[in-house]
């Protein structure tokens, strides 16, 4: 029987719903809109398309949107003049940096003067920090989407098998947490592990985060497991495609994103729960 198809698209669109009613109740009872602000450093395509997309959905909900445009020729000092404004500024609540960064900047000396009040992509390593001891920081908006896809298909997370392929700082270290807080066994794997197809067949709950077209066969799947692809690979073909081959696993798993379609959506929709997370803590709100 065919996987169940976990849908991004629908979920994030019911995130931003939700969020769309408390941001017009914080308005009405508090008069305070939540701000977001975007620095995007030079003129990488899809980076313009992420940084429109995210201003596009924030401004949806009800938010303030900012967005910061700097040539690609700016200095480190012309960044963290930006990231220091952001800091500063009352009606920012969170902020994030694009990334990649031009190669004269260096992006670890950037997200390191985000304010970790303010870190909407909860990069900072405060914030990393935080979540590695469980103590409620900002968690990275990609990872939260993976667990609310998961959470779809599995309410209880106790005592399963979870395998992570792929070790970045961004999804797949702190994916691997969010995991373990919810009592799952688990594994980091990444490309240089051996027999990488025999530790994702123990995987009750397995998250592809690699960045390789399609690694993920449909015999590394145990059946009936949640797969979940965080992968966006575009081919020679101008076709994008995930880190699993999508056709042969749908038959095995329980349950699977699709690429498009998948996680994509919903890390715009955890980044705008994270501003809104951010803004009721700064503003104590709660
Ligand atoms: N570039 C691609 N994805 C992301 C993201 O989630 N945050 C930032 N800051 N840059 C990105």
Redesign the pocket.
């Not at 994030?96 to 990649?100: C, K, M």
């Given at each position: 029987m065919a996987a169940r198809i976990l849908d991004g698209k629908a979920l994030a669109a019911s995130i931003r719903a939700e969020l769309a009613t408390k941001v017009a109740a914080l308005k009405a009872k508090h008069r305070i809109t939540p701000g977001i602000a975007?620095l995007l450093v030079g003129e990488d395509p899809?980076?313009q398309i992420?940084v429109r997309n995210k201003a596009k959905a924030a401004t949806e909900v009800g938010f303030f949107a900012r967005e910061v445009k700097l040539t690609a020729t700016a200095t480190e000092r012309e960044v963290l003049a930006a990231v220091d404004a952001f800091n500063k500024d009352d009606a920012i609540d969170g902020f994030?940096?694009?990334?990649?960064l031009p190669p004269q900047v260096d992006p670890q000396r950037v997200i390191d003067a985000v304010d970790p009040a303010k870190d909407a992509?909860g990069?900072h390593v405060t914030n990393a920090g935080l979540v590695f001891q469980a103590r409620g920081g900002v968690a990275?908006?990609?990872p939260l989407g993976c667990m609310a896809l998961i959470k779809l298909a599995r309410t209880d997370l106790t005592g399963l098998e979870a395998v992570v392929i792929g070790r970045s700082n961004?999804v797949g270290k702190p994916v691997a947490q969010l995991l373990l807080k919810e009592h799952c066994t688990v594994t980091i794997a990444h490309s240089k592990s051996k027999d990488l197809a025999a530790i994702a067949r123990r995987a009750d709950i397995l998250v592809a985060a690699v960045g390789r077209s399609e690694l993920v066969r449909g015999h590394w799947i145990k059946p009936g497991a949640v797969v979940i692809d965080v992968g966006i690979n575009r081919g020679a073909d101008g076709k994008v495609r995930g880190d699993v081959a999508f056709d042969e696993a749908v038959e095995i798993a329980g349950a699977i994103t699709p690429v498009p379609g998948g996680v994509g959506p919903m890390?715009i929709a955890c980044?705008l729960q994270n501003t809104l997370m951010l803004c009721e803590r700064r503003r104590a709100l709660n």
């Open positions: 975007v899809a980076s992420y994030l940096v694009q990334l990649p992509d990069f990275p908006a990609t961004t890390t980044l």
